[in-house]
């Protein structure tokens, strides 16, 4: 078993940042990938970016591409998301995931462990 913890969300003017945290325990050798999702009141989870566990390699949606900066620290098991000119439609729950496998990694489905989320909230 993966433990995930988010922490780091809150509330943000448009144009601001914000930097979320995930800290990873239990099995974490098992990890193949990590990612951050989001989730819109009303909305489905949509994959924002994800990370390669062991090794390189970073993937963004369209969406926050050049704008947020998934990052990792494998000694101390934790995962960062860097968001940087933030706007409204931001706004969301984020959460973080793990994945034992590599396959469709902007798939929900496809992750075997999750945190509870952190709110962000992005004012106009």
């Known amino acids: 078993q993966v433990q995930l913890v988010e922490s780091g969300g809150g509330l943000v003017q448009a144009g601001g940042s914000l930097r979320l945290s995930c800290a990873a325990s239990?099995?974490?050798?098992?990890?193949?990938?990590m990612a951050w999702f989001r989730q819109a009141p009303g909305k489905e989870r949509e994959f924002v970016a994800a990370?390669?566990?062991?090794?390189?390699?970073?993937w963004y949606s369209a969406s926050v591409q050049g704008r947020f900066t998934i990052a990792k620290d494998n000694a101390k098991n934790m995962v960062y998301l860097q968001m940087n000119s933030l706007k409204p439609e931001d706004t969301a729950v984020y959460y973080c995931?793990?994945?034992?496998?590599?396959?469709?990694?902007?798939?929900?489905?496809?992750?075997?462990?999750w945190g509870q989320g952190t709110q962000v909230t992005v004012s106009s």
């Open positions: 995931a793990a994945g034992v496998t590599f396959r469709s990694i902007t798939k929900p489905g496809e992750y075997d462990y």
């Open positions: 239990g099995r974490t050798f098992s990890m193949n990938v």
């Open positions: 990370i390669r566990w062991s090794g390189s390699g970073t």
